[in-house]
């Protein structure tokens, strides 16, 4: 069995290795020719588009690894078959059974690979492709999710950003303050605000509109310190989608959210996904292993290549659709995140006994 186990190992990497090959350099260079469209906008030169299109690669490894894999993972079963190799596997004694644990065996790894990719090395690789495009093209970060720009939810205050510039640093923001029974307090309008460290900002260029009982006072200064909850870390997620976010930094941000009493769901499911998202490859194994069931005569290479990318790519977009609709209608996270999963667990289960039964 341990030799099964390591032929099927080589034969699969293989695969899964070659296909990888192929869709990241499809996506490498649709990014690469997007890009070309901002060619020429400040220090934005040939190099930095390939330096940009290099930092994006390590995302779109973690979102193909579950394609990845059941098409290579096909890709190498289906050619085991065609030569008759899976048959003699099965003749000489080789249940059902040992073969699923052969092909986990073989995922776990895989799984690992998916997991940290997903949460140390995909995230800040996107960032800082995000933040040299800004730089190269002298471009701020400019928040769109209101016409007056992002508000956000800080101690007994609003806080409303115009544009987050790519060292993190925040320009041009108002800051609405109210007191315990939630009247309007004061009004604070700053140029610029820099992080010093937790909980502490220096705002610069501030004029300060406040509100007495009968009265209105307005004051200026050169400087001030701001006592705020917000970071650095927090400000990141501006720069990346949910999606292409560390599981950590979803969860320190949804609570945030959830404290500042602000939906979260968007970002709870993006989480549960991140969590979810590796197990996919088990699941897209059991998947592949029906396609080598069937009998060379039943249907070319090509066909079941061609089945297995297209059962791929709707997990992947499916995927995503349920997520989106499980944040519109603030559905249960982790069944938003986890449906699709199981859903072609059961799915690849049945064709399996379907197999089995021929």
């Not at 109210?178 to 004029?207: C, P, T």
């Not at 970002?267 to 897209?284: D, G, Q, R």
């Not at 699709?340 to 799915?347: A, R």
């Amino acid at each position: 069995m341990n030799i099964l186990t390591r032929y099927l190992a080589r034969e699969i990497y293989a695969g899964i290795a070659l296909v990888f090959g192929g869709l990241v350099l499809l996506f490498a260079f649709l990014d690469f020719v997007n890009e070309l469209n901002n060619l020429g906008q400040g220090q934005y030169q040939l190099g930095y588009v390939l330096l940009y299109v290099a930092l994006t690669i390590p995302g779109h490894i973690y979102e193909l690894f579950p394609v990845a894999v059941l098409v290579g993972t096909i890709l190498a079963l289906v050619q085991m078959g065609a030569n008759s190799e899976l048959t003699v596997y099965r003749a000489s004694g080789t249940s059902l059974t040992q073969m699923i644990v052969a092909l986990m065996k073989i995922a776990l790894p895989l799984v690992i690979l998916s997991f940290v990719a997903g949460e140390f090395i995909a995230p800040p690789s996107e960032r800082m492709a995000q933040q040299l495009r800004l730089k190269a093209r002298n471009l701020p970060l400019t928040l769109q999710e209101f016409r007056s720009g992002v508000w956000v939810k800080d101690e007994k205050s609003f806080v409303n950003v115009k544009n987050v510039m790519p060292d993190n640093s925040l320009h041009d923001l108002s800051i609405y303050r109210f007191d315990d029974g939630y009247h309007l307090k004061s009004i604070i309008n700053a140029k610029d605000a820099n992080f010093i460290e937790k909980g502490r900002w220096k705002l610069d260029g501030v004029l300060e509109t406040r509100f007495e009982k009968l009265s209105t006072q307005v004051l200026s200064a050169d400087t001030q310190e701001w006592s705020s909850a917000l970071s650095p870390e927090l400000l990141n997620v501006l720069l990346v989608v949910p999606e292409q976010m560390s599981a950590s930094n979803l969860y320190q941000y949804a609570s945030h959210l959830r404290d500042n009493h602000q939906q979260s769901a968007r970002y709870e499911i993006a989480m549960w996904n991140k969590l979810i998202y590796p197990l996919a490859v088990l699941v897209m194994m059991i998947l592949a292993l029906p396609f080598a069931g069937h009998q060379h005569r039943s249907g070319g290479v090509s066909g079941k290549m061609f089945l297995g990318i297209v059962l791929g790519l709707s997990f992947h977009f499916f995927g995503r659709l349920l997520a989106s609709l499980g944040s519109l209608n603030n559905w249960q996270p982790l069944l938003s995140a986890s449906t699709m999963t199981v859903l072609y667990l059961l799915i690849g289960l049945l064709m399996l006994w379907r197999t089995e039964r021929r």
